[in-house]
């Protein structure tokens, strides 16, 4: 059965876009991708002494399972470069599942809907671009309301013209 998921790009290493765009291309490979938000830049937080991020959301149709999924997911990152140095830190690409369906999901290494998501203006700004109705299962908000929820002032996200 298809499902509509949810997902957060993010590179800030190299040629981001590039990298964007190959994973982008790779994901369609897992089902269809029916939205794309704009790219943004953002900068990153937690650990701020790094280059920003370019990030974007998109809506994916698959009949993966969550963990079919995320092995895929990983896969796509590590052929992309993706080294697991430092938490939080540079890397050529991050790919984190937001939304699957109006599924909740706890394991081991996985937790949908993604736990810090409405705290997170670079994952809600391009995820109310593309579906600002969606709604997160556990704290029955919508994308735009969680957007518009988050505290002026926090970690600077702009919205890059095609």
Not at 27 to 39: D, I, P
Not at 88 to 109: E, M, N, Q, S
Request: charged share 25%.
């Amino acid at each position: 059965m298809k499902k509509t998921v949810y997902l957060g790009l993010g590179s800030n290493q190299g040629d981001r876009r590039a990298y964007l765009e190959a994973a982008i291309a790779r994901l369609g490979e897992l089902g269809r991708v029916t939205a794309l938000s704009s790219f943004y830049e953002t900068e990153p937080v937690e650990l701020t002494r790094q280059e920003w991020f370019l990030n974007c959301a998109l809506a994916l149709e698959t009949e993966l399972l969550p963990r079919q999924l995320l092995k895929r997911i990983l896969e796509i990152e590590h052929a992309l470069g993706r080294k697991r140095r430092l938490p939080k830190g540079p890397r050529t690409l991050h790919i984190d599942i937001l939304f699957f369906g109006r599924a909740v999901v706890t394991l081991p290494g996985l937790k949908i809907p993604h736990p810090a998501m409405h705290q997170r203006r670079f994952v809600l700004a391009p995820l109310a671009e593309i579906a600002p109705e969606a709604r997160h299962p556990v704290l029955k908000r919508t994308a735009r309301e969680l957007l518009d929820a988050l505290p002026a002032g926090d970690a600077q996200v702009r919205r890059l013209s095609s």
